[in-house]
């Protein structure tokens, strides 16, 4: 099983930016596809974007397309979420997910934004946006 442990978070204001970067271990890290999820108090935990194993492809959520790149190191073993022009609704805690399925070849935006796509989560790290 993937350990996957975030960082980056933190308070800003509307406008900034954030960088958050999540260290997998315990596996083989470029077998799997990688994505971002954040979750806002009472609200269910939604898709923010997700990465393919060679980084070549990416998916978003509409709502961070052209504010947020996922962008992946895999000498590094780390994931990361470049998160510009900052907005109070992008407060949440926001965690990273390793994939269930190993060596995945097919890829579309409705598989990789499911929670049930990714088998491994880190503990999340809070984002918190004010005006």
């Known amino acids: 099983q993937a350990q996957l442990v975030e960082s980056g978070g933190g308070s800003v204001q509307v406008g900034a930016s954030l960088r958050l970067s999540c260290a997998a271990s315990?596996?083989?890290?470029?077998?799997?596809?990688m994505g971002w999820f954040r979750q806002a108090p009472g609200l269910e935990r939604e898709f923010v974007a997700a990465?393919?194993?060679?980084?070549?492809?990416?998916y978003y959520r509409d709502s961070v397309k052209g504010r947020f790149t996922i962008s992946r190191d895999n000498a590094k073993h780390t994931v990361s979420l470049q998160m510009n022009s900052l907005q109070p609704e992008d407060t949440a805690v926001y965690y990273c997910?390793?994939?269930?399925?190993?060596?995945?070849?097919?890829?579309?935006?409705?598989?990789?934004?499911?929670?049930?796509?990714?088998?491994?989560w880190g503990q999340g790290t809070q984002v918190t946006v004010s005006k």
């Open positions: 990465i393919s194993r060679s980084g070549n492809t990416t």
């Open positions: 997910a390793a994939d269930r399925k190993i060596q995945r070849t097919y890829y579309s935006a409705r598989i990789m934004s499911q929670p049930e796509t990714y088998a491994a």
């Open positions: 315990g596996r083989t890290f470029t077998n799997y596809s």
